[in-house]
């Protein structure tokens, strides 16, 4: 009884997003990566698994730069709509056909970007060279499958804050917000402790980070302080100011555990958007 | 002293409504209702109105009772032996005269029967009252005891073929075996009706029950189906709001309250009401977006309990355009088509677009981007959007502002050609005079319900709800538009009336 199906909506919504995404320049998101890419990987490349703290930074970047990518595509894309979907909704379409044709063009543009992005990292030398010990399978894979997990799912993140956000204005106030806690719970900047900690784990900064550093084995790395330290002490020991970090072990499990948070946040995100959704239109 | 006029009271004409009845005749009888009826069964010296063929009915069972102020009719079960069930609930005695009076509404099934209505008395009668079914409504009749299955549907190959574009190719089927008839639902696009209730999956059939598919009425009767097969059925609306109140920290405000009113097809409705009258309330009411305290019948069913299969019969023209900028007519036409359309093929739905965009004159911009078309164009595709469905009820919001004169005149005549091909199309307008016939000079509208604020609760109440002469004769204006110089407050350039008008509507009286 009723319209039509789940699939044959978001089928029918899918098209309808794409083509009018393309109507309303696309590549414009695609340049957006180009460019920031190219960015980050003339400032950070060169420092590339020279030492724990250069390697550390640069995958911090380019983390935040996918994170960065995928909230911008997506921020404005449901909250600019809420009055049509209003009006369609008490027509007998579903949101939840809705939001995961959103979801479904994210995916396909945040491939593309994803693409872009690790081509730059690949042709400015920022994975290094040698790409002989990936963590499952080739360690450029793992790269690209990162890269890409980060902005699909910062996509949907930001399609999460668009459901709830009344209009693009107030979307766009909240997204700088968004994007700090991204940076300030990635346990990059500081250290982290207590309650910061906890609410860390709903964040793509920490998980991407753990996954491009179990992937990089940054802990076999040593601290640029160590450098320094060899250069003016004679026999230095670095294992002195080595520190591992669990977060960036290079073995399956870590790496599997921040793709299995990734997928489930974006999984959890896209929920709360639909819910989102209907709560808005509850009387619809 | 001043002198009290007496006012003369002029009752309303009675819109009257259809009674079908099945009894032990076992042929479906259609009885206008014009005003009381009696109900007793049938005997050599009964003075009963309608007399029933059954033993179970006794002498004077029960009656019909209009209400003329309401418009209403009303049923009382005279404390027979075997009761009167309304929807499967039976009357009360209320006191030595019989039961309660309940007020009925279209659809309504009224049913002489015993206790438990899934073992039905042989001799039970069935009787549906209606304000949508015409009382010379042609029904047909098949036997389905010699079928093992009965399809329903909308398609050639179906037992039982519905010539309505709101059921579906195939809608449902019956499946007959020695332990009775069960319905199913084949996934259909509005779904099916047993006795006012939609039937999820699968359902026994038992005698006198009542399936409604899409328009189509069917009842269900020893091993025979009577069906009308309307067609595209026109609607029926029935609005009773009580009040509609909002929480406002600690406060509850009522925004509005006692609105009555009922259209039928081919109704077409001005909305008049100053700034804050409740105008915008109302419309949400009808709409069930903002749900009121209120009992909204369309054809009889109930949209409030019926929201989620029914909302989409009830369409809203928005007063700002919602439709996305950068997608073109037609794909945003048949976008809306694949949706709501299901079962139709690709030919089908782009025929139904072709007359939609033809009807409103805009095939020509079928290819152009929402945002190149002009606001009246704009508007005429949020219409044609509504149009692809199947909409009983056209809600328009201000349609016309911000259109020049003349596109102002065509989109109300656009409009008009929308009632007259049997919707019930409602407009809010602040310039209701451009909606006018040029060649005969009369307004397109056929009623106009006036809502105005009373001082007293500060709240909306129906000022006026009548056909347009009399709205005009009821203010003394020549015009519309000067309604709203009647209602509105000083300090909005009108004459500060509306309290006096509230009350005298309310009375139900006219000036003598």
Redesign the interface.
Known sequence: MGNASFFKQTHVYYKKIARIAIREKAWVFLAFAVIISVIVALVTAGDMFEDLDSTKSGFFTLASACIWIGVFNSIQNICKEHNIIRSEYRQGTKLSSYVCAHILWQAILCFVQSVIIFIVCICFGFFGDDFSDGVIINPLIEYFFTIFLLTFGASVLGLMVSAFSGTPTTAMKIMPFVLIIQLILSGVLFELSGIAKNAAVITFSKWGMGAFGSIGGINSLEPKIAGELSEKIPNFDPSIVSATDEAFNHDVQTLLTAWGWCLGLTLCFAVIAIISLKIKNRDS | MSEIKTQMFIPKPVRGATLFILDNRKEPLMLPLRGNATVGREYPTSDRTIRLHSEIVGRAHGEFIYDNSADTFYYIDNNSLNGTYINGIRLQPYNQRGSKAIRLSDGDILRIDRSDLSHPHPQAVLMIFSRSMEENEHWTSLDISNYSSVTIGRAEGNTLRINDDMASRQHAVIRLSPQGAMLS?C??????LVNAK?V?KCLRLFDNDVIRVANTMLVFSHGTIFYNNAGERSGCLSVHIHDKTVRNGFRTKTLIKDINFEADARDFILILGGSGAGKTTLINAV?????ANAEVLLNGQNLYENF??M??QV??V?Q?I???D??KVI?TLM??A???L?GFSREEKEVRIGKILNTLGVENLKNH?IRQLSGGQKKKVSVAAQLV?FQKVFICDEPDSGLDAASRMQQMDILKDIADSGKIVMVISHEPDDAVNRETGKYHFTKVLVIARRSVDNCGHLAFFGDTDSALEYFGVKKLQDIMMEINPKHEGGKERADYYINRYKNGVQHG
């Open positions: 639902d996934d259909s696009q509005n779904g099916v939609p999820s709409l069930g977006d903002g749900k989620k299969t909302k989409s369409g809203l928005p700002f919602n439709l996305r950068n997608d794909a976008d809306i694949d949706i709501k299901k981007l469905g």
